[in-house]
């Protein structure tokens, strides 16, 4: 059997936070945010509302919209960062919220490039023959971990979720994946709770997101287009062939950047960082659904899925868009 997306649902908190609000507490502007990003505004979560809850809201979606039901679902993978609670996974606890009493349940920790992971993975476990019916999730609300004294990186983050329904079928439509990870660059992007070390180097164990962001700018520009190249060919495609690439929503300039050394037009992009800031591993799925909802992505057309980020982590594959 192969493996198809079937539905796709994502959800976003109420909150709209615009870039003014950052210059009430920091040496910013809306002007300088836009510019070196592209991000207009972002959602946060309330404070009683968790990953879990957003998760949930992205599932609900995906079932409303597509008139699916999903309690016969046999897999859940949770992409995250920013769980609940380590122990129980958000897996389990969306097992138990949802009612889908007989599927495995696991959380999947490769950070902004965990939806990818996410979709290689379901795409192996139906491909294996063991499971037929697979709910991905990413979701995150970074706003919860991020460090509002650190100008360079608060302006960047938001919380949302996304949803695919992925199912076993005769023809499927999700391609050859690729995954990878450089954990080299680790110390350049974490989220530190216990020990003080990444690689050895010493960090900040804060519970707060810190980064390198000049680091990590070069290595997703430089690998990212690398890894473009990487799927179109394991794919047996030429760029021509991509109607609509969707990286990672970190930065407009990385996305920029992406596309002008791949050769790609970047207005065959899609992004959710505009609207939602920087999502981690929710922000694949919220671009790819804005662009079904504004009309943009069409039953055929050939997606290129690219998500990156800390780890350093990597993973995309070509899906040929069948909703
Ligand atoms: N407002 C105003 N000025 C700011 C600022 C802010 N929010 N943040 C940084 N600056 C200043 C810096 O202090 C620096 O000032 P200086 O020249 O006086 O020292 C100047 O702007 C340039 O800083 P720099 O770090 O070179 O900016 P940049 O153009 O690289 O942009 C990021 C910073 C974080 C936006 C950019 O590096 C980036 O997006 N990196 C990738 C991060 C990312 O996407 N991570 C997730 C990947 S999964």
Not at 2 to 27: C, M, R, S, W
Not at 283 to 288: V, Y
Request: glycine residues 10%.
């Amino acid at each position: 059997m192969q493996a198809k997306i079937t539905a796709i649902g994502t959800y976003a908190p109420e909150k709209v936070i615009d870039n003014h609000y950052f210059e009430t507490f920091l040496d910013t502007s809306d002007e300088w945010i836009r510019s070196r990003t592209g991000i207009v505004e972002r959602r946060f979560s309330a404070e009683n509302e968790y990953t879990s809850d957003l998760s949930i809201g992205a599932v609900k979606d995906l079932a409303l919209r597509y008139n699916k039901d999903i309690s016969d679902v046999d897999f859940i993978l949770v992409a995250t960062v920013t769980h609940d609670q380590i122990m129980p996974s958000m897996a389990c606890q969306l097992q138990h919220r949802l009612n889908i009493p007989n599927a495995a349940a696991l959380d999947i920790s490769a950070a902004c490039a965990g939806f990818g992971y996410g979709i290689t993975l379901a795409r192996s476990l139906i491909h294996s023959g063991m499971y037929r019916k697979v709910l991905v999730i990413g979701a995150e609300t970074l706003t919860k971990v991020t460090d509002f004294t650190d100008r360079t990186s608060c302006i960047l983050f938001g919380d949302g979720a996304g949803a695919l329904l992925i199912e076993a079928a005769e023809k499927g439509n999700v391609g050859e994946c690729i995954a990878g990870a450089e954990g080299s660059g680790g110390q350049d992007l974490y989220l530190s709770t216990l020990s003080t070390q990444v690689n050895g180097t010493p960090i900040q164990a804060n519970n707060k997101i810190v980064q390198n962001g000049r680091a990590v700018f070069r290595w997703a520009v430089t690998r990212m287009a690398e890894a473009f190249e990487a799927i179109v060919e394991k794919n047996g495609l030429t760029k021509e062939d991509i109607d609509w690439f969707i990286p990672h929503s970190a930065n407009m300039r990385i996305i920029e950047a992406i596309c002008q050394r791949v050769g790609f037009p970047v207005e065959k992009s899609l992004e959710s960082l505009s609207k939602y800031g920087n999502t981690s591993s929710a922000s694949i799925p919220l671009a790819l659904n804005e662009g079904i909802r504004a009309g943009k992505v069409k039953k055929g057309d050939k997606l290129l899925l690219l998500g990156f980020g800390g780890g350093l982590t990597y993973a995309g594959t070509v899906v040929e868009w069948g909703l």
